[in-house]
């Protein structure tokens, strides 16, 4: 995490009153502080960029905690460790489609562009579509066309989606993903949502504890960056810590995202769920109905005899 968005997390939580806040530790794994007039002492996380409140159990864990956890590795890049990394999409890819979160989605982006643009329910869906068909996201056309605020997007599209009543635990995902031989593999999360819906999701999955980190789309920065931007793609490489790409993997169920992986250099696959229909040409060079293909497909990842 770098140091601008550390002090940008800590002017927007801290409310004026930074003065008397007192940064006590300060590394790859946050920020650990006391407020210098309550006498109370605080966390800054690079996972969540919010506050909390430690206990003294809490705060003896979070000087110890391994580096084998998500919430204490974003943005760590150790030099010593060489292993490659496996990026994995999250929505659509680490539930399934018949979930239909999109759907539900779709309804609130709609409603969305319906009461801020002012405009027909048709004419909001058909702009909706073309956002997401040109740029992949639809928040990217309101930034660039509407000048609308992301987070307050983000508060009245993706955080009021009912993910309780839809994600269950996976426990076949979580044996597929305790089998990747972390001697050798690193699994991060690559997504472009934003980090309040990416960390509920893999929670209501029961995997948040094995990624190592996580790549969102910031939507509190000035400039939205999302897959399949290039730029995305660097950020990623960087948050995660590693430089070559060729020895990368990456799993995403949007074709142009895939596109855009393959063209990175990154041993892209294509996630196409039984039932739904594939591109005409192949997004990538490895195309799969399931996750569990990822085992045959690259068993040099998997710990042996798993
Ligand atoms: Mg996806």
């Given at each position: 995490m770098s140091t601008a968005r550390v002090l940008a997390a800590k002017r927007r939580n801290s409310a004026g009153k930074h003065s008397?806040?007192?940064?006590?530790?300060?590394?790859?794994?946050?920020?650990?502080?006391?407020h210098a007039a309550q006498h109370w002492i605080y966390?800054?996380?690079?996972?969540?960029?919010t506050f909390s409140f430690l206990t003294l159990p809490e705060i003896v864990q979070f000087l110890a905690c391994s580096t084998h956890t998500m919430a204490t590795t974003n943005g760590m890049a150790d030099a010593e460790d060489t292993r490659a990394v496996f990026f994995f999409d999250?929505?659509?890819?680490?539930?399934?489609k018949a979930y239909k979160i999109h759907e539900h989605m779709s309804?609130?982006?709609?409603?969305?562009?319906?009461?801020?643009?002012?405009m027909s329910r048709e004419d909001a869906t058909m702009l909706h579509q073309r956002y997401y068909k040109d740029y992949g996201l639809a928040i990217e056309g309101l930034v660039r066309h509407h000048r609308v605020d992301p987070l307050e997007y983000n508060a009245k599209v993706d955080d009021a989606l009912p993910l309780d009543d839809?994600?269950?635990?996976?426990?076949k995902l979580r044996r597929l993903l305790e089998d990747i031989d972390r001697q050798r593999i690193k699994p991060w999360l690559f997504t472009n949502a934003y980090i309040n819906h990416a960390r509920k999701v893999v929670k209501l999955l029961g995997v948040e504890d094995l990624f190592e980190g996580i790549t969102f789309c910031d939507y509190g920065a000035e400039k939205l960056l999302?897959?399949?931007?290039?730029a995305m793609f660097d950020k990623a490489m960087r948050e995660a810590g590693v430089v070559d790409p060729t020895s990368?993997?990456?799993v995403d169920d949007s074709a142009l995202n895939c596109v855009g992986g393959k063209k990175y250099g990154l041993k892209t696959v294509h996630l196409v769920e039984e039932g739904s229909s594939s591109p005409p040409e192949p997004a990538c060079d490895h195309q799969?109905?399931?996750?569990e293909e990822l085992r045959a497909l690259f068993p040099e990842v998997f710990r042996t005899g798993s």
């Open positions: 008397s806040i007192w940064s006590l530790w300060s590394d790859h794994r946050g920020i650990l502080g006391m966390a800054l996380v690079p996972y969540s960029y999250i929505d659509n890819c680490l539930y399934t309804v609130l982006i709609d409603n969305y562009f319906q009461s801020h643009l002012s839809i994600i269950k635990p996976d426990d999302c897959k399949p931007d290039p990368c993997y990456y799969i109905k399931h996750l």
